[in-house]
């Protein structure tokens, strides 16, 4: 088994910065797909970004549309860490934002095809 642990969310002001993180921990040698989801109240839970992990090396990186250019993934292996640096937050990125892994090669961007999950972390933008 896999276990995903996310932190980092919070409440913040339109144009603020924040960046979670999701320890990962278990039989992490048969992850291949890590990922960002999202949920917002009322909405199906949505792809953020992705990226690949090939033993310590890290590539592949994606981005929804929604967030290109302000939401950065990424990996410190000393940490066995995922990271999501999102900058210039807008109200409508709040959501529970949820960390995801998958054995699959090329991480996908559906929900459902994700085979691990944390417990989500809430993240609030005011405007």
């Known amino acids: 088994q896999v276990q995903l642990v996310e932190s980092g969310g919070g409440l913040v002001q339109a144009g603020a910065s924040l960046r979670l993180s999701c320890r990962v921990s278990?039989?992490?040698?048969?992850?291949?797909?890590m990922a960002w989801f999202r949920q917002a109240p009322g909405k199906e839970r949505e792809f953020v970004a992705s990226?690949?992990?090939?033993?310590?090396?890290?590539?592949?990186?994606s981005y929804a549309d929604s967030v290109k250019g302000r939401f950065t993934i990424s990996r410190d292996n000393t940490k066995n860490t995922l990271h999501l640096q999102m900058n210039s937050l807008k109200p409508e990125d709040t959501a529970v934002y949820y960390c995801?892994?998958?054995?699959?090669?090329?991480?996908?961007?559906?929900?459902?095809?994700?085979?691990?999950w944390g417990q989500g972390t809430q993240v609030t933008v005011s405007s």
């Open positions: 995801a892994a998958s054995p699959k090669t090329n991480p996908p961007v559906r929900a459902n095809e994700y085979d691990f």
């Open positions: 278990g039989r992490t040698f048969s992850i291949i797909a």
């Open positions: 990226q690949r992990w090939i033993g310590i090396i890290s590539d592949g990186n």
